[in-house]
C-alpha cells in the first residue's frame, strides 16, 4: 500500500499575482519618506493621466468617484492640499 500524494487539478488560468497591493505599499513608501511632495507628484501625475483621458471620451472611470470630472476634481483638491502642506513643511 503507498500513500497517495495531494491531489493536483489541472487548470490553465495563472495563479492570482498581486501586484497592486506592492504598487500600493510602494507609493505609501514614498509618500511616508517624502512626505506632502509625493502628493503633489502623484496628484499631479493622476490629473494629468485623467484629463488626457478625458480629452480623448473617457467618462466613466473604475474609480469609486466614477465621474471623470469628479475624479479631475479630487485630484487637484489633492495637488493644492499637497501644496500648501509642502509649503508649511517646508517651512
Same mark, same amino acid.
Given at each position: 500500500?503507498?500513500?497517495?500524494?495531494?491531489?493536483?487539478?489541472?487548470?490553465?488560468?495563472?495563479?492570482?499575482?498581486?501586484?497592486?497591493?506592492?504598487?500600493?505599499?510602494?507609493?505609501? #513608501?514614498?509618500?511616508?519618506?517624502?512626505?506632502?511632495?509625493? @502628493?503633489?507628484?502623484? +496628484?499631479?501625475? %493622476?490629473? =494629468? $493621466?485623467? /484629463?488626457?483621458?478625458?480629452?480623448?471620451?473617457?467618462?466613466?472611470?473604475?474609480?469609486? #468617484?466614477?465621474?471623470?470630472?469628479?475624479?479631475?476634481?479630487? @485630484?487637484?483638491?489633492? +495637488?493644492?492640499? %499637497?501644496? =500648501? $502642506?509642502? /509649503?508649511?513643511?517646508?517651512?
Amino acid at each position: 500500500m503507498t500513500a497517495a500524494g495531494p491531489v493536483q487539478v489541472p487548470t490553465d488560468a495563472p495563479p492570482y499575482d498581486p501586484l497592486r497591493l506592492c504598487v500600493f505599499a510602494t507609493i505609501a #513608501l514614498l509618500g511616508w519618506v517624502f512626505g506632502p511632495v509625493a @502628493l503633489v507628484l502623484f +496628484a499631479t501625475l %493622476g490629473f =494629468v $493621466g485623467y /484629463w488626457k483621458a478625458r480629452r480623448a471620451g473617457l467618462r466613466t472611470s473604475k474609480c469609486v #468617484l466614477r465621474d471623470t470630472r469628479l475624479v479631475l476634481g479630487y @485630484l487637484a483638491a489633492l +495637488a493644492v492640499a %499637497g501644496a =500648501v $502642506g509642502s /509649503w508649511l513643511w517646508l517651512s
